[in-house]
C-alpha cells in the first residue's frame, strides 16, 4: 500500500533472534521478505511467485506469516487511515487521510501474506503437519477476513493459483460466500488441534509459543469477532455463537489478557520496532500527529486515568484559544489544525509511551481479551445468546477492566470509582457499550472503525473539510485491478456497486 512501510524482513530478524542456527530455509524466508515487502498493486505479479521453492521447514514459513501479518495489521491501527477513520488521531501536517481524499488502495500485502501462507497450508497437508496446518487456516481467515472488510467482494477461489492452474486473472467472490469458508477454516483449525499431537515449535511461535491451547482460542475468539460481525445478514451467526459459548472445553475462547493474539516489539531495529518508534517513524511524523479531540473528551467526560497514558498534557494552559482543560485533543479535518487552540503549546501529542521502540504496552496485536468481553456483552444485550454465569453487563465491566490492566491503571480506575460514573455505569444501551469498546480498542485494531460503521456509534464529527460527509465504508480497489485484470474487476464492480469509499458491503446493508 502507498505510504507504508515494508514489513517482511522482520520475521527474518525475529527468526534470527530466536533461533541461532541459520539454515538454508530461514534464507528462503528472508528472500520472501525481500521479494514481497516492496509495496505495489501488481496483483497479477503475486499470483506468479516465481521464487517459491518445493519445500522449506513449516516452523520458518509459520514464523514469516504471523509476525509480518501482526506487525502489518498494528501499522494500519496505529497510523494508516483504520486510525484515522476509527477518530484515533488527528494528523495536522499531511491531512489526506483526515479528509477522507483516500483513492485506490493497494492490497499487495494481504496477498502476500496469503502467498507464503498457502505454501505452508500445501506443505503441512502434503506432509502430515496437521499443527501446521491449523495456523495456517487461522491466518488465512484472519488475512482474508481484514481484506475483505476493508474492501468487500475480493479474489478469493481464483486466488493465488497461478502456479497450480496459471490462473493470473482471478474473479472476484461475494463477500457472503467468503466469509462462511473462513468461519468454517477456523472451526477445522480448532478441532485439528484439539485433536493432534503434533507439537509446533515453540521457539518459531512468536505469538504463543507453541502453546496449541491459545491457538485454539484465538480460533474462536475470531470466529466470534466475524460471526458479530456478519449476524445482520447471516442467520446463523447467533447459533453458532451459542454453540460456542455453551462448550467452552470443546470451543476455548480468550479468558484474559494472557490470551491476547499479539507479539511483542523487540525494538533494536526499524523492522521490529513499534511503528510510532524512533527507529521506525521520523521526527517529522511526530510532529504532524496530535491527539483526536474524539478520544480525549471521551476520556475527560469520565475522568478516565488512561487519558494520561495515551496523551501528554499541555505544555500550557495559558493563551488557549477555545479548550482550557490540561489535556486537548484537535478536531479532525479543520483549517489550519496546527494552529488550533493557540497551536502547539495548547494541543496534546500522543503519550511518550508511544514514541518507544518496544515497551510491554506495546504489542502488534490481532484480537484482545477485551474485545472478545464487548462482543459477548453485545450479543448477550441482543438477547441472541445466553452464556452461564454472565450477563451482558459482566462483560461489559470485564472489558474496561482488560483494557484498564493493560495500561496499568486498573487500580486508578477503582480508586477514581471509575465504574459507577453516570458515563460508565451499565445501563444496556448500545452506545455506550460500543464507545467503551472503542476506547478499549485504541489503537489496538481496526475494530473502531469497523464497529462505527456498523452500528453508527460512537457518533463520529467528520469535520467541515472533508469530501464526504460520511465516515468511509471501505478501501477502493487497486489501481492495478482496472488495469490488469479488468475484465473479472467490471464483473466485479457490476454486482458490488460503485467503487468508491462509501458503497456498502454485503453485511452492512
Not at 492452474?165 to 478441532?191: F, G, M, V
Not at 508511544?354 to 462482543?375: H, P, W
Request: net charge neutral; aromatic share 12%.
Amino acid at each position: 500500500m502507498k505510504n507504508m512501510k515494508p514489513f517482511f524482513s522482520t520475521s527474518q530478524r525475529r527468526v534470527e533472534r530466536l533461533k541461532k542456527k541459520i539454515s538454508s530455509g530461514l534464507f528462503f524466508v528472508a528472500f520472501i521478505g525481500i521479494c514481497l515487502s516492496s509495496c505495489t498493486d501488481d496483483f497479477e505479479k503475486i499470483n506468479e511467485n516465481p521464487n517459491r521453492p518445493e519445500s522449506i521447514n513449516s516452523d520458518y514459513l509459520m514464523s514469516n506469516v504471523i509476525v509480518s501479518t501482526a506487525y502489518y495489521y498494528q501499522t494500519q491501527a496505529f497510523s494508516g487511515r483504520p486510525a484515522i477513520a476509527g477518530r484515533y488521531m488527528t494528523l495536522v501536517r499531511t491531512t489526506g487521510y483526515d479528509l477522507f481524499n483516500w483513492g485506490p488502495v493497494g492490497w499487495y500485502d494481504a496477498y502476500s501474506f496469503l502467498m507464503v501462507n498457502k505454501t505452508l497450508a500445501d506443505q503441512a497437508e502434503k506432509l502430515g503437519e496437521s499443527q501446521y496446518l491449523a495456523v495456517s487456516k487461522i491466518m488465512k481467515a484472519f488475512n482474508y477476513a481484514y481484506a475483505s472488510d476493508l474492501y468487500g467482494d475480493l479474489p478469493y477461489t481464483d486466488a493465488l493459483q497461478s502456479k497450480e492452474s496459471n490462473l493470473t486473472h482471478p474473479k472476484y467472490d461475494l463477500q457472503k460466500d467468503i466469509y462462511p469458508d473462513l468461519l468454517r477454516e477456523l472451526r477445522e483449525a480448532n478441532d485439528l488441534l484439539a485433536s493432534t499431537d503434533k507439537v509446533i515449535l515453540a521457539s518459531a511461535d512468536m505469538m504463543y509459543g507453541g502453546k496449541a491451547l491459545l491457538w485454539r482460542k484465538l480460533a474462536n475468539s475470531l470466529r466470534l469477532r466475524m460471526l458479530l460481525r456478519i449476524s445482520k445478514n447471516y442467520p446463523a451467526a447467533f447459533t453458532e455463537m451459542q454453540e460456542i459459548v455453551k462448550d467452552k472445553s470443546k470451543y476455548p475462547v480468550f479468558e484474559s489478557n494472557a490470551d491476547n493474539a499479539e507479539i511483542k516489539y523487540l525494538g533494536d531495529i526499524a523492522a521490529n520496532s513499534w511503528p510510532g518508534g524512533t527507529l521506525a517513524m521520523i521526527d517529522y511524523d511526530f510532529v504532524k500527529t496530535k491527539a483526536s479531540k474524539e478520544v480525549v473528551d471521551h476520556l475527560l467526560a469520565r475522568n478516565d486515568p488512561r487519558v494520561s497514558v495515551w496523551y501528554t498534557p499541555v505544555k500550557t494552559m495559558a493563551g488557549a484559544t477555545v479548550d482550557k482543560n490540561e489535556y486537548v485533543g484537535v478536531p479532525n479535518a479543520i483549517d489550519e489544525p496546527a494552529s488550533y487552540n493557540g497551536g502547539e503549546d495548547h494541543i496534546s501529542q500522543l503519550g511518550s509511551i508511544f514514541r518507544k521502540n518496544s515497551d510491554n504496552m506495546l504489542k502488534a496485536s490481532l484480537i484482545t481479551y477485551s474485545e472478545v468481553c464487548f462482543i459477548l456483552a453485545e450479543a448477550l444485550q441482543s438477547g441472541k445468546i445466553t452464556v452461564a454465569g454472565e450477563t451482558a453487563e459482566s462483560y461489559y465491566n470485564k472489558g474496561i477492566e482488560a483494557s484498564m490492566d493493560y495500561y496499568g491503571v486498573k487500580a486508578e480506575a477503582a480508586k477514581r470509582d471509575y465504574y459507577n460514573q453516570t458515563l460508565v455505569k451499565y445501563d444496556g444501551t448500545l452506545e455506550q457499550l460500543i464507545t467503551q469498546k472503542w476506547l478499549s480498542m485504541f489503537f489496538k485494531t481496526s475494530e473502531g472503525w469497523f464497529d462505527h460503521r456498523r452500528t453508527g456509534f460512537p457518533k463520529f464529527r467528520t469535520g467541515p473539510l472533508v469530501v464526504n460527509k460520511l465516515i468511509p465504508n471501505r478501501y477502493r480497489y487497486p489501481d492495478s485491478e482496472s488495469a490488469t485484470n479488468n475484465e473479472n474487476y467490471k464483473k466485479a464492480v457490476s454486482v458490488f456497486g460503485a467503487d468508491d469509499e462509501y458503497t456498502l458491503m454485503w453485511y452492512l446493508k
